[in-house]
């Protein structure tokens, strides 16, 4: 099959608009999609810093590349990649080599932050999770460490590697449970929050089969182990039923998104307004939920 605009073999079908499209042409295309959602996302001002969390995997590593090749060359940008040490023995480490090397090549600062920190790691977590799963500890927790670290580097907007397939699996499970409080929190995030650091998704509306194409077409190192806690998930169940529909009607994602657009003005946090736990990040209870967890992990492991 031969590109839509040229001459060459096509590389991909883009289901859900019908186009063939050469490896130079999907860049193009894929390109364009990013910096469009950027410029709708953030307007940076000189002096302004951007942090990019960074696992090493595909979609991450997508982002990290695409913001170096947008605003790398400009002095008064300045990028920094952060990356999170869960420990998960034979899964973290190896993917950040991936992103140290990177980073070295790019010239990009790099910061690593632990789950060691808060004395935990997900290797000793995950055999006493119970009812909540590995993965709500391990979000909590990176998202803290994160947010604290985007924090501490001066960072005006924490750049994350969401693609649309994460974003109509969380919109669909909030709906789902009746969230109404997470899906007003949903990124990107408008409202700026004392202590919280806006996030801001450039691959928002690209597809994560199309993010992985974009990296092997284009050359980008990423890791491709899969986290050992992942089958427990949650969302494997929402990811399910999202990719049937997709399959049977192609843009349903795009179709989720859409209407989640549509509702977000009307969206309201209730006026909640954050306030510091007694460890310096942004809570709306008298804790916040890593401490909770945290100490809740403590305990566990201490019975045991």
């Given at each position: 099959?031969?590109?839509?605009?040229?001459?060459?073999?096509?590389?991909?079908?883009?289901?859900?608009?019908g186009s063939h499209l050469c490896a130079d042409h999907f860049r193009n295309y894929f390109?364009?999609?990013?910096?469009?959602?950027?410029?709708?996302?953030?307007?940076?001002?000189?002096?302004?810093?951007?942090?990019?969390?960074?696992?090493?995997?595909?979609?991450?590593?997508?982002?990290?590349?695409?913001?170096?090749?947008?605003?790398?060359?400009?002095?008064?940008?300045?990028?920094?990649?952060?990356?999170?040490?869960?420990?998960?023995?034979?899964?973290?480490?190896?993917?950040?080599?991936?992103?140290?090397?990177?980073?070295?090549?790019?010239?990009?600062?790099?910061?690593?932050?632990?789950?060691?920190?808060?004395?935990?790691?997900?290797?000793?977590?995950?055999?006493?999770?119970?009812?909540?799963?590995?993965?709500?500890?391990?979000?909590?927790?990176r998202r803290k460490l994160m947010n604290d670290e985007a924090r501490r580097i001066g960072?005006?907007?924490?750049?994350?590697?969401?693609?649309?397939?994460?974003?109509?699996?969380?919109?669909?499970?909030?709906?789902?449970?009746?969230?109404?409080?997470?899906?007003?929190?949903?990124?990107?995030?408008?409202?700026?929050?004392?202590?919280?650091?806006?996030?801001?998704?450039?691959?928002?509306?690209?597809?994560?089969?199309?993010?992985?194409?974009?990296?092997?077409?284009?050359?980008?190192?990423?890791?491709?182990?899969?986290?050992?806690?992942?089958?427990?998930?949650?969302?494997?169940?929402?990811?399910?039923?999202?990719?049937?529909?997709?399959?049977?009607?192609?843009?349903?994602?795009?179709?989720?998104?859409?209407?989640?657009?549509?509702?977000?003005?009307?969206?309201?946090?209730?006026?909640?307004?954050?306030?510091?736990?007694?460890?310096?990040?942004?809570?709306?209870?008298?804790?916040?939920?890593?401490?909770?967890?945290?100490?809740?992990?403590?305990?566990?492991?201490?019975?045991?």
């Amino acid at each position: 099959m031969k590109c839509d605009s040229c001459s060459k073999d096509a590389i991909t079908l883009v289901r859900y608009n019908g186009s063939h499209l050469c490896a130079d042409h999907f860049r193009n295309y894929f390109e364009k999609r990013v910096k469009r959602e950027i410029r709708k996302q953030v307007d940076l001002h000189s002096g302004d810093v951007i942090a990019v969390a960074v696992s090493g995997g595909k979609d991450s590593m997508v982002t990290l590349h695409m913001l170096q090749s947008i605003f790398g060359s400009r002095k008064d940008i300045d990028i920094h990649a952060i990356s999170i040490d869960e420990g998960i023995e034979g899964y973290r480490p190896p993917s950040l080599d991936i992103v140290r090397e990177y980073c070295l090549k790019a010239g990009i600062r790099y910061h690593v932050r632990g789950f060691d920190e808060l004395g935990v790691s997900m290797d000793a977590a995950a055999p006493v999770c119970r009812e909540n799963g590995p993965c709500t500890y391990c979000g909590v927790f990176r998202r803290k460490l994160m947010n604290d670290e985007a924090r501490r580097i001066g960072a005006r907007f924490l750049a994350t590697g969401h693609n649309l397939d994460d974003m109509a699996q969380s919109v669909l499970m909030n709906f789902v449970r009746g969230d109404v409080d997470r899906l007003a929190r949903l990124g990107p995030h408008t409202k700026v929050q004392p202590g919280l650091v806006p996030r801001f998704l450039p691959l928002r509306m690209i597809p994560e089969k199309e993010s992985l194409l974009y990296a092997i077409a284009s050359g980008i190192p990423f890791w491709d182990g899969e986290c050992p806690y992942y089958g427990d998930a949650l969302r494997n169940q929402y990811r399910k039923v999202i990719d049937e529909l997709e399959d049977a009607s192609p843009g349903t994602k795009f179709g989720i998104m859409s209407s989640y657009d549509s509702l977000r003005p009307l969206l309201s946090d209730g006026g909640k307004s954050l306030h510091a736990c007694e460890c310096g990040e942004p809570t709306l209870g008298a804790r916040c939920k890593a401490c909770e967890l945290r100490d809740e992990l403590a305990e566990r492991i201490r019975r045991l």
